[in-house]
């Protein structure tokens, strides 16, 4: 037994040491994978269709907001119901305390001049990060509206969906 033991360490050593050489491998494949999807987005392909393509099965499916076609008409382009300004990131999860997946805020960073997203996940846990990629905050929430956030963080399969102060449609 003492054997057997000894030989089942050494043989999760050896995989564990593998998988550990590979990790670079997969962070480049991941970023590749990103530039392409960011590429894919720009040239007009639809998320649903890159989720498709992806294997990726969007959680949300009661998103009241998914059947809008014309962005013009969400409440998203209203930044007054999502970018709240100057509040710390304990107050942003006090906010987003019991909402559904989805909902989201931007807020000041404390770091100057940068801003933090606050979303519930479906799962119930807070993400916020810092993002640069953008013209600007609503380009960046417009495109996260129908544009899972799995492709950053895996345990994020969800979209910027209900700005935290647009009245719900029941």
């Not at 990726?56 to 059947?67: A, L, P």
């Amino acid at each position: 037994l003492e054997e057997d033991l000894k030989k089942q360490a050494a043989d999760y050593r050896e995989i564990d040491k593998r998988m550990n050489s590979i990790k670079p491998d997969l962070i480049q494949l991941r970023k590749t994978r990103d530039q392409y999807l960011l590429w894919l987005t720009q040239k007009g392909v639809r998320q649903k269709k890159l989720n498709e393509w992806l294997g990726i099965k969007n959680e949300n499916t009661e998103d009241q907001y998914s059947m809008v076609e014309d962005d013009e008409d969400l409440p998203h382009q209203d930044e007054h119901s999502w970018k709240l300004g100057k509040i710390n990131r304990l107050q942003a999860e006090a906010l987003l305390q019991g909402k559904r997946g989805g909902t989201f805020l931007v807020r000041d960073s404390s770091k100057a001049g940068c801003y933090a997203c606050s979303v519930v996940p479906p799962h119930g846990y807070y993400f916020a990060e810092p993002y640069n990629l953008y013209s600007s905050l609503k380009e960046l929430v417009l495109h996260y509206q129908h544009t899972s956030l799995v492709q950053h963080n895996d345990s994020l399969n969800v979209t910027l969906a209900y700005p935290v102060y647009a009245q719900q449609k029941r």
